[in-house]
C-alpha cells in the first residue's frame, strides 16, 4: 500500500530512458497514461455497481458515506507524516542537478584550455624575457612542476567544491521540506510555500467539487439505477469544453459547437424526454456531476502546474473529510432517526462492508491518483473524453450482476454522445492544425 501511495509509483517517466525527448519514449508514456484512465473507468464502473448494490441490500447510504470518510483519515495520516512534499524548488530539482553537471562540464573543459596558456599569461604579466626564461629554466623547472600540479588541484578543489556546495544546497533543500513534522506550515507559512497563493483558489474549488460530487452520486443511486450514471458520465467532456471556453483556457468553433449540440440531443433521448413520467429526483441531481466534474479536472490542471500531485490528493481527501463526514453524520441522525451509528456500524455484514472498502481504495486512493497523474500529461478535455467509456462498462455489469433493464433508447442516446465525443476531437484537431 505504501508504494501505491509513493507518488513515485505512478511517475511512468522512470520506466523511460532518461533522454525525455525521444518520441518513442513521449510515445510510450502516453500509451502508459492512456492506459491508466482506461483501467480508472473500468474501476468507476464496478464502483457504481456496487454502490447500488450495497442499497439494494439495506445499507444506509450515510453509513456508507461515514465510513469512506473515515476509511481515509489513516491515508491521511501516513500522507502527513511520512509524505515528502514537493515544492516548486523540488520540482525543478532535477533540472537544477543536470544544471550542475552542464558546469561541472565546462569548468573542465576551461581547464583544460586554460592549463597550456598559463605559461605565456604568466610571461606577459610579469614581463619575462626569453633569455630570463632559459636562465630560469632549470632552476624553476621542478618548482614550476610542482606548483603547476598544485594549481591545478587547488582549481579542481574550488570547482569541486562549489559544485559540491550547490548540490548540497540542492539536497539540503529537499531534505528539508521532506520532513513531515511541520506539514502545515510548509504548507503556507514557509518562505518557500508548498502552496503558492496562485493556487489557492484552484485547490479550493477542485476539493470541494469533488467531495459535492461523492455526495451527490451515492444520494442519487437511491432513487435511480446505475447505468443512469453512466449515460450522465459521456456528457462531462462537453461541459468541461463549456466550462473552458467561458474561462477562456479553450476555443470553439463551428465543429465542436455541432457536437455538444449532438450531446444534448443524445441525452435527450438517453433520458426519454418526450415522456417526463420517466424522469426522477436520482435523474435531476446526476445532470450536477458534469460540472462538478468538469470544475474539479479544469482546476486539478491549473493546479498542477503550482504544488505535487499528493498534495492536490490530501487537499482532496482533507475536504472530503470536512464535508461529507458532517453530512453523513447528520443524515443518519435526523432523516434515518438513527442516534447510535457506532452501533449501526457495527452491524454491517462483510458484504456491506467490502462495497465500502472497494469505493475507498480504487476510488479515492486510485482513480483519484490517476486522474492527477493523466492532468499532469493531458488536457483536461482529454481526460474527460474518457468518461465516455463508462457506460460501456457499466451497462454490462448492471444487466450482468443487477439484472437492470437497458432499453434501446439508452442504448441509441448513448450513441450518439460518444459520436459528438469524436466529433469534438477531431473539431479541436482541426482548429489546431490551422
Not at 452491524?347 to 476510488?363: G, P, V, W
Amino acid at each position: 500500500m505504501s508504494n501505491i501511495l509513493n507518488n513515485d509509483f505512478f511517475k511512468l517517466d522512470r520506466f523511460l530512458c532518461n533522454n525525455g525527448s525521444d518520441e518513442g519514449d513521449n510515445s510510450l508514456l502516453m500509451i502508459g497514461v492512456n492506459l491508466l484512465l482506461l483501467f480508472s473507468m473500468f474501476l468507476y464502473g464496478i464502483n457504481y455497481i456496487l454502490m447500488k448494490y450495497f442499497i439494494k441490500i439495506k445499507g444506509s447510504i450515510y453509513i456508507f458515506i461515514i465510513l469512506r470518510t473515515a476509511l481515509t483519515i489513516p491515508l491521511m495520516i501516513y500522507m502527513f507524516i511520512s509524505k515528502k512534499p514537493c515544492s516548486q524548488n523540488k520540482k525543478l530539482l532535477d533540472q537544477d542537478m543536470k544544471e550542475i553537471d552542464t558546469e561541472m562540464n565546462s569548468y573542465e573543459k576551461d581547464l583544460e584550455l586554460a592549463n597550456p596558456n598559463e605559461e605565456s599569461k604568466t610571461s606577459r604579466k610579469y614581463g619575462w624575457s626569453s633569455k630570463n626564461k632559459k636562465k630560469h629554466k632549470n632552476k624553476n623547472t621542478s618548482h614550476g612542476n610542482d606548483k603547476s600540479n598544485n594549481n591545478d588541484k587547488n582549481n579542481n578543489d574550488i570547482i569541486n567544491n562549489n559544485i559540491s556546495v550547490n548540490k548540497n544546497k540542492c539536497i539540503q533543500n529537499n531534505i528539508e521540506e521532506n520532513s513531515g513534522c511541520n506539514f502545515f506550515n510548509k504548507l503556507f507559512w514557509n518562505e518557500e510555500k508548498l502552496i503558492p497563493k496562485a493556487a489557492y483558489m484552484p485547490m479550493l474549488i477542485l476539493s470541494i467539487t469533488g467531495a459535492l460530487r461523492q455526495v451527490i452520486v451515492i444520494v442519487a443511486l437511491q432513487y435511480t439505477d446505475s447505468h443512469n450514471v453512466a449515460i450522465i458520465q459521456p456528457t462531462i467532456p462537453i461541459f468541461t469544453a463549456l466550462i473552458s471556453y467561458y474561462l477562456k483556457i479553450e476555443k470553439m468553433n463551428y465543429i465542436t459547437a455541432f457536437s455538444i449540440f449532438l450531446s444534448f440531443f443524445g441525452l435527450a433521448i438517453t433520458a426519454e424526454i418526450w415522456n417526463l413520467k420517466t424522469f426522477d429526483l436520482g435523474f435531476y441531481l446526476l445532470l450536477t456531476v458534469p460540472i462538478t466534474k468538469g470544475l474539479q479536472v479544469i482546476y486539478i490542471n491549473v493546479a498542477t502546474k503550482y504544488v505535487n500531485n499528493d498534495i492536490i490528493q490530501f487537499s482532496q481527501m482533507f475536504f472530503l473529510l470536512i464535508i461529507t463526514l458532517p453530512f453523513g453524520i447528520l443524515g443518519e441522525i435526523f432523516i434515518n432517526q438513527n442516534y447510535n451509528i457506532l452501533q449501526e456500524t457495527y452491524e454491517l455484514n462483510m458484504r456491506q462492508f467490502l462495497c465500502i472498502l472497494y469505493s475507498t481504495i480504487a476510488i479515492i486512493i486510485l482513480c483519484w491518483k490517476i486522474q492527477i497523474i493523466a492532468l499532469n500529461y493531458l488536457t483536461p478535455i482529454t481526460v474527460s473524453l474518457y468518461q465516455s467509456f463508462q457506460p460501456c462498462f457499466t451497462f454490462v455489469l448492471a444487466r450482468l450482476f443487477l439484472n437492470e433493464t437497458i432499453n434501446a433508447t439508452k442504448i441509441i442516446g448513448t450513441i450518439f454522445i460518444i459520436l459528438s465525443l469524436f466529433l469534438y476531437q477531431y473539431g479541436c484537431n482541426k482548429h489546431s492544425k490551422k
